[in-house]
């Protein structure tokens, strides 16, 4: 498979040419057809001859496609890095800060730190021990 290999792992004829195919569909797809659409814009050629030209090299050649399917991955790599922290930045700032000081100021403690005992010297809560034939009948 694809996912686990770095841009300058070696790939084969078969990945190449899906990359290709792939590649013109989106592109036909995005530029040639829903962008157009949504903007109100006449249809133009260049996607279509675009993905012609890049659909007849994945197919006749695909080799020649390796140095654009790794730039292309190289850029995936760095949007994939950017994105994420991107997405967690906002995750943790936009959903778990706030969370936090609501309950704060609601005074919920998720996991049971204030003992409200000071001769305690642990927060350990003992378990409770169960029956023998509690997996019996689980449901």
Do not use: C
């Amino acid at each position: 498979m694809m996912m686990n290999k770095t841009p300058d792992t070696p790939t084969t004829q078969t990945e190449l040419r899906q990359f290709g195919l792939l590649f013109s569909a989106i592109l036909v797809a995005l530029f040639g057809v829903l962008l157009p659409w949504v903007l109100g814009h006449p249809f133009p050629p260049w996607p279509w001859a675009f993905a012609a030209i890049l659909s007849a090299v994945a197919l006749i050649l695909p080799p020649v496609l390796t140095p654009f399917y790794r730039a292309w991955m190289r850029f995936g790599l760095i949007a994939g890095y950017v994105n994420t922290r991107i997405i967690m930045f906002v995750l943790y700032y936009v959903v778990f800060v706030p969370l936090g000081i609501f309950m704060a100021l609601v005074g919920r403690d998720a996991l049971s730190r204030k003992t409200g005992d000071t001769t305690r010297e642990s927060y350990r809560v003992a378990s409770s021990t169960r029956d023998r034939d509690h997996f019996e009948r689980p449901y």
